[in-house]
């Protein structure tokens, strides 16, 4: 890890807080995640030698200890006290990323895997009732290999299946990956999705009523954008009749 030579504490915290990756780990971990393999798919970005070296990182400082798990193979990761006491940072940065840096996704940002991985984890099976459900999301842009996705609802847990589980379908969803994110994270409401066709759900009628309830959005859904919109400026070059010399310094765009 890197120093700032500093002895304030803020920059010792920094020091181990700030590291690429690691609050995303911490906040796996705080989630219940354990097992490596876990970690990986909320990091996917990260090699596994780079999480390695992170676990190992947050282990040498006490945030983090690995466990043998009951089965005696490979290892589990938990946070320790001092690492729990880091939740209410990671908790307060995702408020203010929601409040503050809400804007239009670039196409670098729409992250299937952990989109997927998010649903998987929150959806509520028992909305279908106690029997097995399947929910089939397809994202219609996306190549035929990344296209379809199923998620299986069983004994009160809910499993994603990357080929076709050969089960009844209850409820099918057809939308877009960007639009899917934007429900997930709270800028899109379902129902205005549903009513403007930006995702289409065929199935019974109990099936359709049971989607809000089994689709489990982000923990800071709610939380409102406090995010300024720019206003577009109006070229220096359009103000003065387009005459030489007239330079454009900002488009007024969104980042």
């Known amino acids: 890890m890197?120093?700032?030579?500093?002895?304030?504490?803020?920059?010792k915290a920094a020091e181990i807080f700030c590291e690429r990756w690691t609050p995303l780990i911490l906040r796996d971990l705080g989630k219940g995640v354990?097992?490596?393999?876990?970690?990986?798919?909320?990091?996917?970005?990260?090699?596994?030698?780079?999480?390695?070296?992170?676990?190992?990182?947050?282990e040498a400082e006490g945030l983090v200890e690995r466990r043998r798990p009951e089965s005696g193979h490979g290892w589990t990761y938990?946070?320790?006290?001092?690492?729990?006491?880091?939740?209410?940072?990671?908790?307060?940065?995702?408020?203010?990323?929601?409040?503050?840096?809400r804007r239009e996704l670039m196409d670098h940002e729409l992250d299937a895997g952990l989109l997927l991985w998010a649903i998987e984890r929150?959806?509520?099976?028992?909305?279908?009732?106690?029997?097995?459900s399947v929910v089939k999301l397809t994202f219609r842009?996306?190549?035929a290999r990344w296209r379809h996705y199923w998620f299986v609802g069983e004994n009160g847990a809910t499993q994603l299946c990357i080929t076709d589980p050969a089960f009844d379908v209850d409820l099918y969803l057809?939308?877009?990956?960007?639009?899917?994110?934007?429900?997930?994270?709270?800028?899109?409401?379902?129902?205005?999705?549903?009513?403007?066709?930006?995702i289409e759900a065929i199935g019974s009628a109990r099936a359709r009523s049971a989607l809000p309830r089994w689709l489990a959005k982000s923990k800071f859904a709610d939380v409102k954008s406090k995010r300024v919109q720019r206003r577009v400026a109006k070229s220096p070059r359009a103000a003065c009749g387009g005459r030489a010399g007239c330079l454009d310094p900002d488009s007024g765009r969104e980042p």
């Not at 899917?180 to 379902?190: K, N, Q, S, T």
Request: glycine share 10%; charged share 20%.
């Open 174 to 198: 057809t939308t877009t990956l960007r639009d899917m994110i934007y429900v997930w994270r709270g800028d899109l409401a379902l129902h205005a999705a549903l009513s403007q066709n930006r």
């Open 2 to 11: 890197g120093s700032y030579g500093q002895f304030c504490p803020i920059s």
């Open 122 to 132: 929150g959806a509520h099976p028992d909305a279908f009732g106690a029997r097995r």
């Open 78 to 101: 938990h946070l320790t006290a001092p690492g729990q006491d880091l939740m209410p940072l990671v908790h307060a940065l995702g408020v203010w990323g929601q409040r503050w840096s």
């Open 34 to 58: 354990s097992r490596f393999c876990e970690l990986q798919r909320g990091v996917a970005r990260a090699s596994p030698t780079l999480l390695s070296k992170r676990l190992k990182q947050l």
């Open 141 to 143: 842009e996306r190549p």
